[in-house]
C-alpha cells in the first residue's frame, strides 16, 4: 500500500468526503443497482446502516475512497460478509481501491466472518473484476443481462466468492 494512503474507520465527518468520492460514480450509472439519481440523504442511509464503513484517506485527511462491509444475510447467513467499495474518479489507479480491499478483508476475518461475497459485480467493470481475481475471489455465476449499463446495454452481474 502506498504510504501516502491510509485506511482507517469512518467517522460522521468523513460524510462530505464520502459522498464526494460516491456521487460520480453512483451518479454515472456503471457499477452500482442504485438509482443514479438517488438523493444524498439516501445514499447516505444506503451507505451507512448497518454497516462498518471505513475511508481511504491521504496524508492531508482528504477523503480518497470509501468502502463498507455488513453480513450478507441475517441469521443463518450473517457469517458471510457482503462489501461495496468506491475510489473517487480522481484517486482512480493509485491504489486506493486494493488499501480498502485489503483492509476490509482483514476487519471483517478480525470480525469473526468466514466469507465474503459480491452479489452483483458489474461485468464490464473489468478494474474491479481483476482487483476481485487478484485477491482470491472466484466468479460463482453470472447473471445474464440483469444489469444495464448506461453505455454497454444489458451486461452481466458476477456473483464472486472467497473465503476468510
Known amino acids: 500500500m502506498d504510504d501516502a494512503i491510509r485506511v482507517r474507520a469512518a467517522t460522521s465527518e468523513d460524510w462530505a468526503g464520502i459522498w464526494r468520492a460516491l456521487e460520480p460514480v453512483l451518479r454515472a450509472g456503471e457499477s452500482y443497482t442504485y438509482p443514479a439519481d438517488i438523493t444524498e440523504s439516501d445514499a447516505r442511509a444506503m451507505w451507512t446502516t448497518g454497516a462498518r464503513v471505513l475511508v481511504a484517506v491521504d496524508r492531508g485527511g482528504a477523503v480518497l475512497g470509501t468502502a463498507r462491509y455488513l453480513p450478507n444475510h441475517p441469521g443463518a447467513g450473517a457469517h458471510v460478509a457482503n462489501a461495496s467499495f468506491v475510489v473517487a474518479p480522481e484517486a482512480g489507479g493509485q491504489g486506493v481501491g486494493r488499501a480498502l480491499a485489503h483492509a476490509v478483508l482483514d476487519a471483517a476475518r478480525a470480525d469473526g466472518y468466514r466469507a465474503m461475497q459480491f452479489n452483483a459485480v458489474v461485468e464490464t467493470n473489468e478494474r474491479a473484476v481483476r482487483l476481485w481475481t487478484s485477491l482470491g475471489f472466484t ?10 449499463h448506461p453505455r454497454h446495454g444489458l451486461v452481466g452481474l458476477h456473483i464472486m466468492h ?3
Open 139 to 148: 466468479v460463482l455465476a453470472t447473471v445474464p443481462a440483469a444489469f444495464e
Open 162 to 164: 472467497r473465503t476468510l
